[in-house]
């Protein structure tokens, strides 16, 4: 991994590289030789995970297209696992670049947000902090999913439609 990204931040700063190096701790779910994914410490929702590669890019922008397909495709993989583990009924994708699309760590990362029907209508829920128990538990929860679906990919999901 080169010192520095092609907009000049210091790597050794960023928090996504620090977990990718194992430097620093974090709930993994999935791990290979370009991709982590791990729990989200600050989830929006139970299963709330970030899907990131390993090499540093500060956004989507700076990726070759084979790894922007290499991350969405593990991202789909992830989002099917972590609906069933934690028993959603559906979920959101996110994946911002910029700080003035709101991203918050300047290392490309997709958001994959479990979401169910019992939260209130209309209203993104808030963050909050979760122990590092709880992530490691639902990380388990949802590599067992992942691990069921490599032996069997006909997953399904209900999804009720919500038309107010």
Known sequence: MDATS???????ACVFCLIA?????AAVV????SMMVFMDKYPISNGHTLVIPKKHYTT????ESKDVCMLFTLAHRIAKAAVVAVDAQGFSIAQ????????????VHVHIVPR?????????????TATMEELRS???????HLLNDNNNSATT??????TD
Not at 6 to 12: A, I, L, N, Q, V
Not at 60 to 63: Q, W
Not at 119 to 127: A, C, D, H, T, V
Request: aromatic share 4%; glycine share 8%.
């Open 138 to 144: 639902i990380a388990g929860k949802i590599r067992q």
């Open 30 to 33: 999935y791990e290979d030789d």
């Open 6 to 12: 092609s907009k000049g931040m210091d790597e050794s």
């Open 96 to 107: 911002n670049n910029g700080k003035v699309a709101h991203q918050v760590v300047p290392h």
């Open 116 to 128: 169910s029907i019992n939260e209130e209508r209309g209203k993104w829920p808030s963050r909050r």
């Open 21 to 25: 190096e194992g430097k620093r701790e």
């Open 157 to 162: 999901m209900d999804v009720e439609l919500i």
């Open 60 to 63: 989507i922008l700076e990726m």
